[in-house]
């Protein structure tokens, strides 16, 4: 009788031993998620959508989270686990040595949710390629050389003329972005639709793009809801989204009927536009059907949004540092001036075959990306399947961002991470002349992988082209001294200067 009570009293008891044995191995060998901050069900939910509806806002909270949690963490929005990666090395093994995986989209956005087909949200596939494959072979033609060159003289002009009115009145500054943004949105309008565009339908364009790129924050905390959720709590700002898009497609229509009827008319085809490309393209993945006129005019619309704001920001801020720190600026313009000397001809001018001559250049357009990235992330992206990374757990369908800022300025990685000095990108063999190689394990300010920026070689492009430019033609100092100049952020569609910079400008020759 005692042994059968001490053998029934042993089975429970085996049991209890078996099953923590077993939970202990499986937790052993099964992966969590990174850690993050504690998530009540709901109500940690209803925080985030309030009090962080962007990652904008986000922002500032990161960093204290990585201190605390290390490199990568996890955050519970309401669409789902958002995993935050501020580590370079991790970013690269997760976008280039596991590139299929982490290469989707989010699938709703406010891009998919009002079906508007783009490069930037839409899912990894042909069809993807295919629009990907068509703008990266079009946007570097050499022909395009002649439509800078005019709108490179067009905003030089400009700024000349500004000198004189200032000169005349009060004030002796100009607010760069205003022209800097201009000039690169011209570029962009021209290289979509062409150069015959009445300046009235150009503003009209500017108008409505700079209207959804200020309203960027506000309309994507739509992203985190379910679009009947949205509807009923946001329901004037998914009304003014809606009206804005509507406002855009009749424009973008207009100017795409032009440039139709330009073509038709016109046997000269030299020179191919964006839009052209996109009404001749044909989507094989989907019974080789041709692009509806919405998505032609979301394509294009993404061309100049993707593009103007990026670069104009990209742009002023490293125009701001050669503001605060004149001695940059001047080993900048003598190597401008020498190498514009010896080529000889037009000497008050560089020509973009010039721009492969200027090391230093290069130098001072990369580190304005690392310390000023005009994102603090990198577009969202999902995993196609479940995978381990830095021994987490990456679920299926799960978001995954990318903290730029942080990792540009990774004191582990960089010296001196918050300075600004172009001599650490003078090393030709490790960071190269396309502005492509910096992505090995330190930065990635275009994005790495199989979604990294299309069009990274044109943003490179254009903000050599015309920082050389300026440069050359311009001494640019600021109005109260270099060390009074305040390089503080505002979160937005960019990260742009809290203060737009006001800078006094006088010709060089």
């Not at 009090?51 to 955050?75: N, V």
């Not at 229509?253 to 393209?281: C, G, I, W």
């Not at 503001?323 to 001809?345: M, N, S, W």
């Not at 799960?398 to 903290?403: I, K, S, W, Y």
Request: proline share 6%; glycine share 4%.
């Amino acid at each position: 009788m005692e042994a059968w009570t001490i053998i029934m009293l042993s089975i429970p008891l085996l049991y209890l031993i078996i099953k923590i044995i077993t939970l202990r191995v499986v937790h052993v060998k099964s992966p969590s998620l990174p850690p993050g901050p504690m998530h009540i069900p709901l109500i940690t939910n209803i925080i985030c959508l309030t009090t962080y509806s962007s990652f904008s806002k986000l922002r500032p909270l990161l960093p204290r989270l990585h201190a605390k949690h290390g490199p990568i963490i996890t955050l519970p929005i309401w669409s789902g686990p958002h995993i935050f990666i501020a580590d370079a090395s991790l970013a690269h093994q997760a976008l280039l040595q596991n590139a299929a995986v982490f290469a989707n989209r989010p699938y709703k956005t406010l891009s998919t949710i009002h079906r508007q087909l783009n490069i930037t949200s839409s899912p990894y596939g042909p069809t993807w390629r295919l629009l990907r494959r068509n703008l990266t072979s079009y946007i570097l033609q050499p022909s395009f050389s002649s439509l800078r060159k005019s709108v490179l003289r067009d905003l030089l002009t400009r700024l000349k003329l500004s000198i004189t009115a200032s000169s005349s009145s009060s004030s002796s500054s100009i607010r760069v972005d205003d022209h800097v943004h201009d000039a690169v949105l011209s570029m962009l309008v021209f290289m979509c639709f062409g150069d015959e565009i009445q300046e009235n339908k150009i503003h009209h364009m500017k108008r409505i793009q700079r209207a959804l790129i200020s309203g960027f924050n506000r309309f994507s905390v739509l992203n985190f809801l379910p679009r009947v959720v949205y509807r009923v709590v946001f329901p004037q700002r998914c009304k003014e989204y809606l009206h804005l898009r509507e406002q855009q497609k009749l424009a973008f229509k207009e100017v795409m009927e032009e440039r139709r009827l330009s073509r038709k008319n016109k046997d000269d085809k030299t020179f191919v536009f964006y839009v052209d490309t996109l009404l001749e393209l044909v989507l094989p993945a989907e019974n080789n059907r041709k692009l509806e006129e919405d998505e032609v005019i979301s394509l294009c619309s993404e061309f100049l949004s993707a593009g103007t704001d990026t670069t104009s920001t990209a742009l002023e801020w490293i125009v701001a540092n050669l503001v605060k720190y004149p001695l940059i600026q001047t080993r900048l313009a003598d190597e401008i001036a020498e190498v514009v000397r010896e080529r000889g001809g037009n000497d008050d001018e560089v020509e973009e075959e010039d721009l492969e001559k200027l090391p230093y250049l290069k130098a001072v357009i990369l580190e304005g990306l690392r310390r000023h990235p005009p994102s603090h992330f990198l577009l969202p992206h999902a995993v196609t399947e479940d995978t381990v990374l830095n021994g987490y757990l990456i679920p299926k369908k799960a978001t995954v961002n990318f903290t730029v800022a942080e990792m540009g300025w990774d004191p582990k990685v960089w010296e001196d991470p918050m300075g600004f000095k172009p001599e650490r990108f003078l090393n030709a063999e490790e960071f190269g002349a396309s502005g492509k190689k910096e992505i090995n394990n330190k930065m990635m300010p275009f994005g790495a992988g199989r979604r990294m920026c299309p069009a990274y070689g044109l943003a490179m492009l254009h903000l050599e082209y015309l920082v050389a430019n300026l440069v050359l033609a311009f001494k640019w100092s600021t109005v109260h001294g270099g060390d009074a100049l305040d390089l503080s952020e505002k979160q937005g569609f960019t990260t742009a200067m809290k203060h737009p910079l006001h800078a006094r400008i006088s010709p060089r020759f």
